[in-house]
T-cell receptor, first 117, second 110 residues
Framework: DVKVTQSSRYLVKRTGEKVFLECVQDMDHENMFWYRQDPGLGLRLIYFSYDVKMKEKGDIPEGYSVSREKKERFSLILESASTNQTSMYLC????????????????FGQGTRLTVV | EDKVVQSPLSLVVHEGDTVTLNCSYEVTNFRSLLWYKQEKKAPTFLFMLTSSGIEKKSGRLSSILDKKELFSILNITATQTGDSAVYLCAGGPTGNQFYFGTGTSLTVIP
């Protein structure tokens, strides 16, 4: 079974702190994604990565950065956390390569509920 | 702008009812549509649809895609309380992004 693991289920951070959310997948997937999920807004893509050291902005990248130094690990970084970044963060991965014609389903981690106070 | 719209936003039914969830999409270079079920944890994959008019079934759940009218439906027959969840629809173009709808919250009461 594909496994996508997020390092924390719950986090509470203070405004201004630097926050790292870690995600690891064990299926050698090329693509990894970070979404945030808010009531009434659904899942919104923050960043995705299609290869090591490669990244693309999603719909809401402001206030976030990412790092993909190894294929299996994709980190989301909040440089200076703010209260409007309180949300559920979901990591996902899939095996479609960039430019291929076939998507495959994305597998999700269990989510990190981040509260910024 | 690419977008996926789901309806209704929420639904309450009795056990045994049949429900139909709707998903319409506007996705550039559309390639596939995915359905997920989300309880109080990570979304779990239900279906991927790439061809118009071909129904996919899994137990009491089924789904179909209409690429001409740009929508998909997810049917659940003989609903059970364990079907209570948020159902997410996502449209995928070529490449790697998935555009998600806001979800339909289904509550099945005994």
């Amino acid at each position: 079974d594909v496994k996508v693991t997020q390092s924390s289920r719950y986090l509470v951070k203070r405004t201004g702190e630097k926050v790292f959310l870690e995600c690891v997948q064990d299926m050698d997937h090329e693509n990894m994604f970070w979404y945030r999920q808010d009531p009434g807004l659904g899942l919104r893509l923050i960043y995705f990565s299609y290869d090591v050291k490669m990244k693309e902005k999603g719909d809401i990248p402001e206030g976030y950065s990412v790092s993909r130094e190894k294929k299996e690990r994709f980190s989301l970084i909040l440089e200076s956390a703010s209260t409007n970044q309180t949300s559920m963060y979901l990591c996902a991965s899939n095996m479609a390569g960039w430019g291929t014609e076939q998507n495959t389903e994305a597998f999700f981690g269990q989510g990190t509920r981040l509260t910024v106070v | 702008e690419d977008k996926v719209v789901q309806s209704p936003l929420s639904l309450v039914v009795h056990e045994g009812d049949t429900v139909t969830l709707n998903c319409s999409y506007e996705v550039t270079n559309f390639r596939s549509l995915l359905w997920y079920k989300q309880e109080k944890k990570a979304p779990t994959f239900l279906f991927m649809l790439t061809s118009s008019g071909i129904e996919k079934k899994s137990g009491r759940l089924s789904s179909i895609l209409d690429k001409k009218e740009l929508f998909s439906i997810l049917n659940i027959t003989a609903t059970q309380t364990g079907d209570s969840a948020v159902y997410l629809c996502a449209g995928g173009p070529t490449g790697n992004q998935f555009y998600f709808g806001t979800g339909t919250s289904l509550t099945v009461i005994p």
